[in-house]
């Protein structure tokens, strides 16, 4: 039973460019959040998406979107890079319930910007 | 004030020791609490799941939830080199849309 990936395991790109990170969720779960963890901290809330809809953000500027698919894989994108978006992108999956589930996550994205 | 505290450690035991590891929060409509663990290099792993007061435990690992006092625990028994790693408490409302995280505490357990 295939966890969450996601791609590329590491990513370097310069100032002002854009980046796509892609996410496969966990076999059977319906639900992809972002986050992004800087170096020694703990991971912040980047968006959620279900059903192929965005369905809450966290604290980010407009040039942070995402996309989810049918087969409910995800995408983030980021434009207009800056130094300070150099972290770990880490996608988590769940299963939408009316009760609970708890987030499984991938191994991330590092991202570094020059 | 921050909705979530955790003391960044590091934190050096030796090998067998019991280790505590706490957060405080200041959330009330924080339902669900969780700790995870990150090795290096890796995603958070899921180690504890509750969402009532009191304690749960699984194999070496207690988890304990006091609501009243905002406070959140987790103990690890008979710690072993393995459990080097940071640890991340986490809360949820029960929305199940945004995980708010600790900074995660650095454990070290030395031979």
């Known amino acids: 039973d295939a966890g969450v990936t996601q791609s590329p395991t590491h990513l370097i790109k310069t100032r002002g460019q854009q980046v796509t990170l892609r996410c496969s969720p966990k076999?059977?779960?319906?639900?992809v959040s972002w986050y992004q963890q800087a170096l020694g901290q703990g991971p912040q809330f980047i968006f959620q998406y279900y059903e192929e809809e965005e369905r809450q953000r966290g604290n980010f500027p407009d040039r942070f979107s995402g996309h989810q698919f049918p087969n409910y894989s995800s995408e983030l994108n980021v434009n207009a890079l800056l130094l300070g978006d150099s972290a770990l992108y880490l996608c988590a999956s769940s299963f939408w319930t009316f009760g609970h589930e708890p987030q499984h996550f991938g191994d991330g994205t590092r991202l570094s910007i020059l | 004030q921050k909705e979530v505290e955790q003391d960044p450690g590091p934190l050096s035991v030796p090998e067998g020791a019991i280790v505590s590891l706490n957060c405080t929060y200041s959330n009330s409509a924080f339902q669900y609490f969780m700790w995870y663990r990150q090795y290096s290099r890796k995603g958070p792993e899921l180690l504890m799941y509750t969402y009532s007061s009191g304690n749960k435990e699984d194999g070496r690992f207690t988890a304990q939830v006091d609501k009243s006092s905002k406070y959140i625990s987790l103990f690890i028994r008979d710690s072993q080199p393995s459990d080097s790693a940071t640890y991340l408490c986490?809360?949820?409302?029960?929305?199940?849309?945004?995980?708010?995280f600790g900074t995660g505490t650095r454990l070290q357990v030395t031979l």
């Open positions: 986490a809360f949820d409302t029960g929305t199940a849309s945004k995980l708010t």
């Open positions: 076999s059977g779960h319906d639900t």
